[in-house]
């Protein structure tokens, strides 16, 4: 990530359904949001509410959606699920670590993406695993 001088701090966030407090640690070892395949060896952070949303909606579970704020406990590099194949340039502010997330906040109020879009998106996801297509990396 690069980092021009700022008197302002970035604000990431981690879209979900798990119940987190704060100070709580986001680790990797889990299953993706997705809630399949093998444990991953990464955490994902965005710097867009609009990515934290996706992932809060297509989170697998039957848990509240939510929205943390979180702050990076080390180096974060781009997510090349997205920026490699996806949005070359990293537009979404889409990145990963191997060090824990700390949560530092909720977005206690924010606007999903209308039913049809969301629907498009799983459709979309669904193809890409029926195709084999490995959608994290």
């Given at each position: 990530?690069?980092?021009?001088?700022?008197?302002?701090?970035?604000?990431?966030?981690?879209?979900?359904?798990?119940?987190?407090?704060?100070?709580?640690?986001?680790?990797?070892?889990?299953?993706?949001?997705?809630?399949?395949?093998?444990?991953?060896?990464?955490?994902?952070?965005?710097?867009?509410?609009?990515?934290?949303?996706?992932?809060?909606?297509?989170?697998?579970?039957?848990?509240?959606?939510?929205?943390?704020?979180?702050?990076?406990?080390?180096?974060?590099?781009?997510?090349?699920?997205?920026?490699?194949?996806?949005?070359?340039?990293?537009?979404?502010?889409?990145?990963?670590?191997?060090?824990?997330?700390?949560v530092v906040g909720e977005v206690a109020k924010w606007q999903g993406h209308p039913i049809e879009q969301l629907q498009q998106m799983r459709n979309s996801l669904k193809?890409?695993?029926?195709?084999?297509?490995?959608?994290?990396?």
């Open positions: 990530m690069s980092v021009t001088a700022s008197q302002f701090r970035q604000t990431f966030f981690h879209g979900t359904r798990a119940d987190l407090a704060h100070g709580d640690l986001i680790v990797a070892g889990y299953t993706s949001n997705f809630g399949e395949g093998e444990p991953l060896s990464w955490v994902y952070c965005t710097g867009t509410l609009d990515a934290a949303i996706w992932g809060a909606e297509l989170a697998a579970g039957d848990g509240q959606q939510r929205i943390y704020l979180v702050e990076p406990t080390g180096p974060i590099v781009d997510d090349p699920n997205l920026t490699d194949k996806k949005f070359p340039g990293n537009p979404t502010l889409s990145y990963r670590t191997r060090d824990p997330l700390r193809r890409l695993k029926a195709e084999g297509t490995k959608i994290i990396d």
